[in-house]
């Protein structure tokens, strides 16, 4: 998760790990969808490294064209505040690879062209990111409580604070216990206000100064786990009726409105390990 030039709090390193991601299906047409993505470094043998930008399989797979907003690097190392760049591209250029199972709503796109293409013109994006370190263990996973607390990070709606290019962080907790395979896949529920826009959000615990778990509360220790991505949202159909005026009509035409449950489906990181190793063998990397 270190920025390595910085040392801050992680909780104050967890907004500078999301991209926010809008998408179109013509170059010369306007933004149709917008998401998440956060930034994945994978350490590769030679003491060398690969940025790669990890979302959802849906978030990316009907575009050409994608626009992502960066943060820049102050002279200092540190991240530099204020509005970020929009930078747009070709989805060709960032060398998409999905998960190779299509139920697997994952996908993997190559940041360091972006990174090489923006240093050219004077521009270092900063980014923390997630890796394999940070992922836990079976047995770190069942220390966990089974309504754990966790952090989402993301663009509900689209919804950022555009003076500072700041995601959006929100709490909530696991629904089942994490250890638990949702439905029978390897999934994680949450119960967390989700919306449009967060779909490829990270999901951490996040546990700064006191530890909770299965064995109680223990003070002065820390600790971040990567759980997982999120895909998808619980929703109800509501239906109302759709009232016209002044003349009545014996036959309204109905509403029927989707409103959500705030309970999230996540994909586990364990799926997030198997996309990453696909992408080192697509682009014929060789992983430490």
Same mark, same amino acid.
């Given at each position: 998760?270190?920025?390595?030039? =910085?040392?801050?709090? +992680? ?6 790990? +999301? ?12 933004? *149709? ?5 956060? /930034? ?10 690969? $940025? %790669?930008? /990890?979302?959802?399989? @849906?978030? #990316?797979?009907?575009? +050409?064209?994608?626009?992502? +907003? ?16 929009? #930078?747009? *591209? ?8 999905y998960h190779p199972d299509p139920s697997v709503d994952l996908a993997i796109l190559a940041l360091t062209p972006i990174a ?13 990111f997630v890796s394999r370190d940070i992922i836990p263990n079976p047995d770190q996973i069942r220390s966990l409580s089974a309504s754990h607390s966790v952090i989402l990070v993301g663009y509900p709606n689209g919804v950022y604070d ?27 529920? $949450? ?5 449009? &826009? ?11 100064? =006191? $530890?909770?778990?299965?064995?109680? #509360? ?7 786990? %990567?759980?997982?991505?999120? !895909?998808?949202? @619980?929703?109800? *159909?509501?239906? &109302? ?14 509403? @029927? ?7 999230? /489906?996540?994909? !586990?990181?364990?799926? /997030? ?14 992983? #430490?």
């Amino acid at each position: 998760m270190n920025n390595p030039v =910085v040392d801050l709090p +992680t909780s104050e390193q967890l907004p500078s790990v +999301t991209v926010r991601i809008q998408t179109k299906g013509f170059a010369d047409g306007a933004w *149709t969808g917008v998401g998440t993505g956060f /930034v994945w470094r994978e350490a590769l043998a030679g003491d060398q490294s690969a $940025l %790669f930008l /990890v979302t959802n399989r @849906h978030v #990316v797979k009907d575009a +050409t064209t994608i626009g992502l +907003t960066l943060q820049g690097t102050s002279p200092d190392g540190s991240r530099a505040f204020g509005p970020g760049r929009d #930078v747009e *591209t070709q989805l060709g250029e960032m060398n998409i690879v999905y998960h190779p199972d299509p139920s697997v709503d994952l996908a993997i796109l190559a940041l360091t062209p972006i990174a090489i293409r923006l240093s050219a013109e004077n521009f270092k994006p900063y980014f923390t990111f997630v890796s394999r370190d940070i992922i836990p263990n079976p047995d770190q996973i069942r220390s966990l409580s089974a309504s754990h607390s966790v952090i989402l990070v993301g663009y509900p709606n689209g919804v950022y604070d555009k003076a500072n290019n700041l995601p959006i962080m929100r709490r909530g907790i696991t629904a089942i216990p994490p250890w638990i395979d949702y439905q029978g896949s390897k999934d994680l529920l $949450l119960d967390i206000a989700t919306f449009g &826009g967060s779909s490829g959000s990270p999901v951490f615990v996040l546990d700064e100064g =006191v $530890l909770t778990g299965r064995d109680g #509360v223990n003070l002065g220790g820390s600790r971040l786990y %990567f759980l997982g991505v999120l !895909k998808a949202g @619980h929703y109800r *159909t509501e239906i &109302g009726t759709i009232i016209q005026a002044p003349i009545p009509t014996a036959m309204p035409p109905v509403a @029927h409105v989707q409103q959500m449950i705030n309970l999230a /489906v996540c994909v !586990k990181a364990e799926q /997030v390990i198997e996309l990453v190793d696909e992408a080192n063998k697509t682009f014929r990397l060789t992983a #430490v």
